[in-house]
């Protein structure tokens, strides 16, 4: 009997990634491809996921099993009834200022839905743009639909900013004599199988006719179940942008606070406008780590900068109008990206001390995932700045994916 494999695909801001994983819960295959075009443009998801499937062994291909796609949590896209893409998605940190008395009367104590990032305000500006004859899905949910050829399902936990309710399984009852409530996704847990993967897709790729396509989950969630996460310990994503994590006894409700389920367990989020995003505008892969090598970890800088990667910010401040702050910029490139760091460091730990505020406890650990975890210098500044222990953990989102899929009933 042939081996069955489990794959996993992860669509972040710069590019996507694929793990394989065996039934032992061995990784066997990885590889990553950026994006061609704008993140924004739906085609370049399409397109990276086709360079993946392209190059991934065929022995693989042909014994894959299940198949699980996570993507970057709040990025709405607008579609045809037919799945077919009308523009560009709007991007997890864009905010859309519009409609604010229109949300306002929609929402009552959900502030997550009431700050500009939101999925619902999103929503409602690509309602404005195409009219409500449309289909609103989230990035991996819209991906999920096109192996399928039915955009019909959405994934509880991709959907909450859009207005979905974990703990009554339902939207709000304000939406149901909208204009646009036909738009909305058939919601459906995480981990549960949605369908088979349609004939000539698998026939294009040399994939597994009978392949399941599992209902996916975000970006962090997919981090999160890389890491094992314990309930004593904290995880923070270091990528594109900052995002911190931990398991909780119960949903908690905020501004820039998402609380999802996963493996049973409720977890408390938030994320930033602010990460590795803002490095790479600087500095290339290996400037960063040249110049890392340089820098004095003893001494802090007497800069204090807000790296944010544009205006406006999320999470620990909900603030679309914030402006980062840059400089003034050094001679030396090294301190310079010694004070982006430390910048960052502030950042996570405000996020940790809000999660403190409503949840009454720091994380005696925190496990780092994502291209900075890579980084030992920005690891011990970020210690000194928490005073909390740092692990790094080398597994991938998309491996987190493949779990997910593996695991799935």
């Not at 962090?220 to 923070?236: V, Y």
């Not at 003893?298 to 402006?323: H, M, Q, V």
Request: proline share 5%; hydrophobic share 35%; with cysteine.
């Amino acid at each position: 009997m042939p081996e069955n494999f489990f794959g996993g695909l992860d669509f972040g801001t710069s590019g996507a990634r694929i793990s394989i994983i065996d039934s032992r819960k061995k990784l066997v295959y990885s590889n990553s491809v950026p994006y061609e075009y704008s993140f924004k443009n739906p085609n370049s998801w399409i397109d990276a996921c086709k360079k993946l499937l392209n190059s991934s062994p065929l022995e693989l291909k042909i014994n894959l099993e299940k198949l699980a796609i996570s993507g970057t949590s709040g990025t709405l896209t607008a579609c045809k009834l037919t799945g077919e893409s009308l523009g560009e998605a709007i991007p997890y940190d864009q905010a859309c200022n519009e409609n604010k008395m229109l949300i306002e009367s929609l929402t009552l104590q959900e502030d997550h839905l009431r700050t500009p990032y939101s999925s619902l305000a999103k929503a409602l500006k690509l309602i404005d743009q195409h009219g409500p004859n449309i289909l609103l899905r989230h990035q991996s949910d819209w991906i999920t639909g096109w192996f399928l050829k039915d955009w019909t399902h959405g994934e509880e936990g991709n959907n909450l900013k859009l207005g979905w309710d974990l703990t009554k399984e339902s939207w709000p009852k304000s939406y149901m004599n909208t204009s646009w409530q036909k738009c909305l996704p058939q919601i459906i847990k995480s981990g549960k199988i949605i369908g088979q993967v349609d004939f000539v897709t698998a026939e294009s790729f040399k994939l597994n006719k009978q392949l399941i396509l599992i209902s996916g989950t975000t970006d962090s969630n997919a981090s999160l179940l890389a890491t094992s996460l314990n309930r004593e310990d904290g995880l923070t994503v270091l990528g594109t942008t900052l995002v911190v994590k931990k398991i909780v006894d119960h949903p908690i409700k905020g501004k820039g606070i998402t609380t999802h389920r996963v493996n049973g367990n409720w977890i408390c989020g938030g994320s930033s406008n602010a990460g590795c995003g803002i490095l790479s505008k600087y500095f290339s892969d290996n400037e960063i780590k040249e110049l890392s090598n340089q820098i004095n970890t003893s001494k802090k800088t007497s800069l204090n900068l807000l790296p944010l990667n544009s205006k406006g910010e999320r999470f620990p401040i909900n603030d679309p109008n914030l402006e980062p702050i840059l400089g003034p910029r050094p001679v030396s490139d090294s301190l310079y990206l010694q004070a982006l760091f430390e910048g960052l460091a502030k950042i996570e730990l405000k996020g940790w001390q809000k999660l403190q505020e409503l949840t009454g406890s720091l994380p005696k650990k925190i496990i780092t995932v994502g291209g900075g975890s890579k980084n030992p210098q920005w690891r011990k500044i970020r210690e000194k700045i928490m005073n909390i222990p740092i692990v790094s953990c080398k597994k991938t989102t998309s491996f987190g994916t493949a779990l997910l899929a593996m695991n799935s009933n």
